[in-house]
């Protein structure tokens, strides 16, 4: 079984602040993990994933997510953020033995000026 | 590319009409998912394709609901009778699998169905 677990329903943050979306899971095996953002009135598009290697991942427009396997945690940071990040973001969680990645609930991350 | 193609962007209807929602799928793609999005359940997987094979439809609220995939190339999922629960914005998503699940899923721009 899978599962992925967003404590936050909103992260609210103001321009030039660092900002961090939170992100647990809970998999057997070993997880595939994945940020992706949603912006107004579009569908999902990727950010970012961890499937091996270095825990520290990089990904798009600057955001980046730290893989941590003794907390079961893949945070979603950027170091300053934009009015522009402002957009709903999720976490996914898939392992090697599943085909269907299970989604988390969203966070509504809102930045202002 | 032009991405996974949705249409029609918005409907609006009524209780009881059918409705077919239309998705084309990235060329290679052979991983389809259809989701619906409602601010009370968030992100719902309705149902699964591999290589045009449904291999898990337990998503799927009722028998008011059916999707195909004919081809690689196209997959359509209506609502018949349609009900005003049934509102909600419903995406496609396309992924390649090649002996390994890990790639990440492309989504279309959504259709946001209104049954009044």
């Known amino acids: 079984a899978q599962s992925v677990a967003q404590p936050e329903d909103q992260v609210n943050v103001a321009e030039g602040n660092p900002l961090t979306v939170k992100c647990t899971y809970s998999?057997?095996?070993?997880?595939?993990l994945f940020w992706y953002v949603q912006y107004p009135n579009r569908g999902l598009q990727f950010l970012l994933k961890y499937i091996t290697g270095d825990n520290l991942v990089k990904g798009s427009y600057g955001f980046e997510a730290e893989f941590n396997k003794s907390q079961t945690s893949f945070h979603l940071k950027k170091p300053s953020a934009l009015v522009s990040d402002s957009a709903l973001y999720f976490c996914a969680v898939i392992t090697g033995g599943s085909y269907i990645p299970t989604f988390g609930r969203g966070t509504s991350l809102i930045v202002h000026p | 590319d032009a991405g996974v193609i949705q249409s029609p962007r918005h409907e609006v209807t009524e209780m009881g009409q059918e409705v077919t929602l239309r998705c084309k799928p990235i060329s290679g793609h052979n991983s389809l998912f259809w989701y619906r999005q409602t601010m009370m359940r968030g992100l719902e997987l309705l149902i699964y394709f591999n290589n045009n094979v449904p291999i898990d439809d337990s998503g799927m609220p009722e028998d008011r609901f059916s999707a195909k995939m004919p081809n690689a190339s196209f997959s359509t999922l209506k609502i018949q009778p349609s009900e005003p629960r049934d509102s909600a914005v419903y995406f496609c998503a396309s992924r390649t699998d090649r002996g390994h699940t890990n790639e990440k899923l492309f989504f279309g721009s959504g259709t946001q169905l209104s049954v009044l």
């Open positions: 998999v057997s095996g070993n997880p595939y």
